[in-house]
């Protein structure tokens, strides 16, 4: 078992930054990529950001030059700087661990809300 635990959202306006961090616990040695989600009322979670063991990354079109995602390998962290920073990306940020033992599971954080005022 993973235990994801997120911190670092709330209220800012457009145009400013924010950066969200998820600390990992538990059964950790197994994880391989980790990454941000987010999620709207009435849609469906989307891909945010996501980082492999090795630092290789991938990021939605839609945050590309304003996201950066990072990890702390020896602090089992990952985290998220959102710059520039629009009403669009208010949602509920998830943070995801992939762990890849017997077979491929995904642990979930509890989310953290972000808000972007106009």
């Known amino acids: 078992q993973v235990q994801l635990v997120e911190s670092g959202g709330g209220v800012v306006q457009a145009g400013g930054s924010l950066r969200l961090s998820c600390a990992a616990s538990g059964s950790t040695l197994s994880i391989s990529h980790m990454g941000w989600y987010r999620q709207t009322p009435g849609k469906q979670r989307e891909l945010v950001a996501t980082i492999s063991g090795r630092g290789s990354t991938n990021y939605a079109d839609f945050v590309k030059g304003r996201f950066t995602i990072s990890r702390d390998n020896a602090k089992i962290t990952v985290y998220l700087q959102m710059n520039s920073l629009k009403p669009d990306d208010t949602a509920v940020y998830y943070c995801?661990?992939?762990?890849?033992?017997?077979?491929?599971?995904?642990?979930w954080g509890q989310g953290t809300q972000v808000t972007v005022s106009s």
């Open positions: 995801n661990a992939v762990t890849v033992a017997v077979s491929v599971v995904n642990y």
